[in-house]
């Protein structure tokens, strides 16, 4: 089933002159390479974090995202417009933007502050991570359909890679905080929620079981 929306469709463009099979395995291997590059970036970056089970996460992060793109099978239904795919993307690089301010010294000052912060930032990511993995064959950063995933972290919450990405980036916000950042937190939230939204309309056009999924998993928090 494919969208028809057509208003912001690159990838219908694209078919025009391109195989649809082959787009389908170019556009993830061309992310791939990108994240290749950022996770070797991450390995070289290990003697700068003072909480390596922060740096293993995150390092994990980009390496799950690596797989989930290599591995993901070709949509039911495929994004299409500016609310499914230039939204979600922009969103998606929302939490680089809080990385432009300086971290604050009332939180640098304490140690145990810092450290707590440094401790639930891992803690988010690794819900994260767990999500990415578990969704590998289902994954998009634009809002598609390609299968119906229940298990690992959607057992107990519906967007654990929301979830776990909003705390992640309340954990930088705080860490980095000032009014600029404390404005694109809210902004990074409500984005993820629209897109939460966005994603169960469409996974609930395509399987009419995900219904029954949401009635026994939480949303985010109920």
């Known amino acids: 089933m494919m969208n028809t929306d057509h208003r912001f469709d690159p990838f219908g463009w694209l078919a025009n002159y391109f195989p649809?099979?082959?787009?389908h395995r170019v556009i993830p291997a061309g992310m791939s390479v990108v994240l290749a590059l950022?996770?070797?970036?991450?390995?070289?970056?290990?003697?700068?974090?003072?909480?390596k089970p922060l740096w293993l996460v995150e390092t994990l992060?980009?390496?799950?995202?690596?797989?989930?793109?290599i591995l993901r099978t070709i949509p039911r239904e495929r994004s299409c417009g500016v609310r499914e795919i230039i939204i979600p993307l922009?969103?998606?690089?929302l939490p680089f933007?809080?990385?432009r301010s300086p971290p604050v010294p009332w939180v640098t000052a304490s140690r145990p502050l810092l450290v707590g912060i440094f401790w639930w930032m891992t803690a988010a990511t690794s819900l994260t991570v767990w999500g990415i993995w578990t969704l590998r064959h289902a994954f998009s950063i634009t809002v598609?359909?390609?299968?119906?995933?229940?298990?690992?972290?959607?057992?107990?919450?519906?967007?654990?890679?929301?979830?776990?990405?909003?705390?992640?980036?309340?954990?930088?916000?705080?860490l980095r905080f000032s009014l600029v950042n404390s404005l694109l937190l809210a902004?990074?939230?409500?984005?993820?929620l629209r897109r939460a939204r966005w994603e169960e309309a469409k996974l609930t056009r395509n399987f009419p079981e995900y219904l029954a999924f949401a009635a026994r998993s939480p949303w985010f928090w109920s």
């Open 20 to 23: 649809e099979t082959l787009l």
């Open 61 to 69: 992060l980009f390496a799950a995202l690596m797989a989930a793109f």
């Open 187 to 192: 902004l990074f939230v409500f984005l993820q």
């Open 38 to 51: 950022f996770l070797v970036m991450r390995v070289q970056e290990y003697p700068l974090f003072s909480l």
């Open 97 to 99: 933007a809080l990385l």
């Open 144 to 174: 598609e359909a390609r299968s119906l995933v229940t298990g690992g972290p959607y057992r107990f919450v519906r967007h654990p890679v929301y979830l776990g990405e909003i705390l992640a980036a309340t954990g930088v916000a705080v």
């Open 90 to 93: 922009a969103a998606s690089l």
